[in-house]
């Protein structure tokens, strides 16, 4: 089974996202919106997810920054310390950035999500009420229906 996946766009999502996580019983994935660390920044991304993290320490979260196809961008989540990025470059420059993350202790997932497909991320900012929609997601996977 794959660990559910929120997308988040601030450190209120960040935080109620985890509060859910902690009701669920379950870990979660917080999930950078597509291309954020261009628009965002991979220091704030990092910093929002930290401190949410910092206060549900029980809850097992992983934060992936997305950076698109913007190697530049992917090196500086890098160089921040972030220890996930999501990544949509070509072989050779996927390479290069691959090498440099394993040495620093970051990992690179693929990039590009299949939106509406079974498994895809919740995105908050879609909701009405997305503290709501965060447990119902949460506890769906979880099994507490």
């Not at 601030?10 to 261009?38: F, I, Q």
């Not at 989540?77 to 950035?97: S, Y």
Request: net charge negative; charged share 20%; proline share 7%.
């Amino acid at each position: 089974m794959n660990t559910p996946s929120i997308i988040i766009h601030d450190s209120r999502h960040a935080a109620m996202t985890l509060e859910a996580a902690d009701a669920a019983g379950t870990a979660v994935v917080l999930l950078s919106p597509p291309g954020a660390g261009a628009a965002l920044g991979p220091g704030v991304f990092k910093a929002l997810a930290d401190t949410a993290m910092t206060h549900h320490p029980g809850v097992t979260a992983t934060a992936i920054l997305d950076c698109g196809d913007e190697a530049g961008v992917a090196l500086a989540a890098i160089r921040h310390g972030c220890t996930d990025i999501a990544v949509d470059l070509p072989g050779e420059t996927l390479a290069k950035i691959e090498d440099l993350a394993a040495r620093a202790g970051t990992k690179v997932h693929p990039g590009g999500r299949a939106k509406g497909k079974p498994g895809a991320p919740l995105d908050l900012a879609r909701e009405a009420q997305p503290e709501t929609a965060a447990r119902a997601y949460l506890d769906t996977r979880s099994g507490h229906e």
